[in-house]
């Protein structure tokens, strides 16, 4: 149920009690008058009922008190709808406010992610140009050809794992070294390396399924059979 809806069913269930206290005020009424009628018709002109007037007096009395209630009532409902009313707008405005604040944090998530993709890839192609080297170094081998052009690589000016010239992905060294022999820098899908070296990309897809998918509001108060917030 929305919060028009329980505005709505509060400003019913008031009209109805409103009605109900009038409708027996007004019986109250017509008794006193029935009973007043009936007593003048019965008397004698100079009988003086004093215990049936105070009586009448006293219900009088109550009849204006519970008049003075419902007014007092009623005065207090509507100072509480206007409040009721403020603080829905309230309520509204701190959602609308939310639900701007969750898309920005769900666009800067966004960015955040494709950030640190961008960084793990670096440093993946860093990590690759240092196993290199060090696969290198251990084997005796300075430069090594490019298994896709045939271009001569120099292992130790490798920023990162990629061909200078061809843009191809190194993954292996195949080290021959010697006067006659050909090392070879082996292209294409490269395998995890040894030891961990390897940065894996870090998974933020779960965060950023949370920065986006954001429920609906909920109603602002939830009102109980009572009248009561929860």
Known sequence: MTAEQDLEALHERVETLESDTAQKIEDVRDRIVQVKRE????????HDHEEL???????????????????????????????????????????????????????????????????????????????LKQTAAARGVRTAKCQDCNTKVDIALLSDGTCPSCGANFHTLDANPG??????????????????????APDLDTLTADAEDSEEPRSALDWTEDGEDR
């Open 39 to 46: 007593t003048d018709r019965k008397a004698a002109a100079e």
């Open 53 to 131: 007037a105070a009586r009448l007096t006293a219900l009088e009395s109550d009849l204006e008190a519970v008049r003075s209630a419902v007014e007092q009532t009623e005065s207090k409902l509507d100072g509480g709808f206007e409040n009721f009313e403020e603080i829905l707008e309230t309520l509204f405005d701190r959602t609308a406010d939310l639900e701007a604040d969750v898309q920005t944090l769900g666009q800067a998530v966004r960015s955040m992610k494709r950030t640190l993709e961008t960084v793990a890839e670096r440093e993946q192609r860093r990590a690759r140009a240092d196993h």
């Open 179 to 200: 006067f006659f022999g050909t090392s070879v820098l082996e292209t294409g899908d490269r395998p995890a390396l040894e030891g961990g070296t390897e940065a894996a």
